[in-house]
Structures are given as C-alpha cells and as structure tokens.
C-alpha cells in the first residue's frame, strides 16, 4: 500500500460542533503530519508526530487537537472552530531518514485531503 | 530563519513553449523538494533534489538543484495543457527536524 488516506473527503460543521479527522498510511513511515491549506496559499504546518510522539506543534489554536493512535494513524479532532478554520487540511508522511539509505532525506506523501467548512 | 522564495508566482504560457520556475532559498541545504497540486486536490511529489548538481527528469519536467547558489530550477519543455497545476518547492530546514519550508508555489497555466 503506497498510498495515505484520509476521512472524510468533505466536513461541514457548524462552531459548536466536535468533529474528528482520520488519516492513516501503511507504508511503514514513522513521520506524520497535519497541514491547513488555504485556497492559493502553500501548506501550512500545524502539528508533527514522530514515532508516535508530538514532536512539532506550530503553536496551533488549542481548539485543534492531534492525537497519533499507533503508527499507522493519525487524528485530528476539532472542537469550538470559527469559520476562519475553513480549508483544506492535509496529512502527510514520511519515512525515517535513517533507512532511506542514509541519505536523510524527508519527502512527504500527501493524502487527498478533507474540505473543512465552518459554518 | 530560512525563507524559500519561487519565482514567477503565476505563469501563462502557450502549449509547446519551454519555460523555467526558480526557487531560491536563504541558508544552506542539500535537499530540495517539488510539488505538484491540482486545483481542489492534494499534493503530489514529483522530485526528490539530494546533492548539488542533481537532476531528475519526468517526461517534460526537469528539475535541478545547485547547492551553492542556492537555487533549484524546474524546467518545462514543450509544454502541454496537462500540465497546468501549482507547483511548490519545499526545502529541508534542518536534518534535526521534520520540517520543511514551502515556497508560495507557481501557478501555471498553459494555453491550448
């Protein structure tokens, strides 16, 4: 399986509501990440786990909260958004630097995204 | 703090022409990343720059890295509409991190 997917492909939420998004990769890679991505703007970090445990968190709201299962896994559950959280948000994962032949390198594999609308 | 800098931010051009996306970045780094995003979907990896000097190519893309100027260039040759997108390079901040910096992206549009 080479492939990340995520769930659901499209979230509407009014700003009272708890919401979950799902993200899971069995490619073996001990790396994962959370990106918001606005429309016409680069990926922009939110939250980085590192063989399960948080390693970065680019000092998101609190009302965004990652949680990382097992290393195939990756939550993010939303709580109390505003409408200014709309956008697409993006997971991603990486393998470790140390197998990739000692090259160091951290390309990261994209899954499809979730369509978030705060309402 | 290192800053990633792509240039031009938009781009139309004709089918058949040839034209080259720059990506310049502020402090040193050996690994260089290309992206490409079709608009409403996700982030597709298309080269992976290790070394100064490296070049890879894909069908009509070609991508270069040279570590000294700081710079990473994708090249397109004989342009068709198919490959019309976002293209974002990203840069790898520190070999102690995850982390890596994205340029603004390209968008470029290629006319029929």
């Known amino acids: 399986d080479t492939e990340v997917t995520q769930t659901p492909k499209h979230l509407v939420m009014g700003m009272t509501n708890k919401k979950s998004l799902k993200c899971e990769q069995h490619m073996g890679?001990?790396?994962?990440?959370?990106?918001?991505?606005k429309a016409k703007k680069?990926?922009?970090?939110?939250?980085?786990?590192?063989?399960?445990?948080?390693?970065?968190?680019?000092?998101?709201p609190s009302r965004f909260?990652?949680?990382?299962?097992?290393s195939s896994l990756l939550n993010l559950h939303l709580h109390a958004l505003q409408p200014e959280d709309s956008a697409l948000y993006l997971c991603a994962s990486s393998q470790d630097p140390s197998v990739a032949g000692g090259l160091g390198y951290n390309e990261q594999f994209f899954g499809p995204g979730t369509r978030l609308t705060v309402l | 703090e290192l800053k990633v800098e792509q240039n031009p931010l938009f781009l139309s051009m004709q089918e058949g022409k040839n034209y080259t996306i720059y990506c310049n970045y502020s402090t040193t780094s050996d690994r260089l990343y290309w992206y490409r995003q079709d608009p409403g979907k996700s982030l597709e990896s298309l080269f992976v720059l290790l070394s100064n000097g490296a070049v890879k190519q894909e069908g009509r893309?070609?991508?270069?890295?040279?570590?000294?100027?700081?710079?990473?260039?994708?090249?397109?040759?004989?342009?068709?509409?198919?490959?019309?997108?976002?293209?974002?390079?990203?840069?790898?901040?520190t070999r102690r991190d995850d982390k890596i910096i994205f340029g603004k992206g390209t968008r470029l549009h290629i006319l029929p």
């Open chain 1, 29 to 37: 890679h001990r790396a994962m990440y959370w990106y918001k991505q």
């Open chain 1, 42 to 60: 680069p990926p922009e970090l939110m939250f980085v786990y590192s063989y399960e445990k948080l390693s970065i968190n680019e000092s998101v």
């Open chain 1, 65 to 70: 909260s990652p949680e990382c299962p097992n």
């Open chain 2, 61 to 93: 893309l070609m991508a270069s890295l040279d570590t000294k100027a700081r710079l990473s260039t994708l090249h397109i040759t004989a342009a068709v509409h198919d490959l019309s997108a976002t293209y974002f390079c990203a840069v790898d901040k």
